[in-house]
């Protein structure tokens, strides 16, 4: 009975109280992001899961889309901000997941 009620009821409370905890940072988060990627604060990407069953993977962006003389995305060393590179430092890129 444990796992069919209880540890669902726990695991919502728990990601209720967790997602208004971290919403304030999440808002701060998307709007640095938001003008410091163009508009584009989150990385999306479908990825395959448990029984190869498709999902979306979403991360803060930490990575511009800038590009060189001839049109092409900048190695992966520098388009990293400065804004990402302490996101990715601190985990906080991940929290969306």
């Known amino acids: 009975m444990y796992s069919l009620f209880f540890k669902r009821l726990t695991d919502i ?6 997602i208004i905890l971290l919403l304030p940072l999440i808002i ?8 410091n990627n163009n508009g584009k604060p989150f990385f ?3 990825r395959p899961g448990k029984n190869e069953r ?4 979403v991360k803060f962006k930490t990575m511009n889309d800038k590009k060189d003389k001839n049109g092409e995305l900048l190695s992966p ?11 990715r430092k601190t985990s906080l890129d991940e929290i969306p997941q």
């Open 54 to 57: 498709i999902f979306e993977l």
């Open 13 to 18: 409370v728990l990601s209720f109280i967790g």
């Open 77 to 87: 060393a520098k388009p990293i901000s400065r804004a990402g590179k302490f996101l």
């Open 44 to 46: 999306i990407q479908k």
């Open 28 to 35: 701060i988060i998307t709007i640095l992001l938001f003008f």
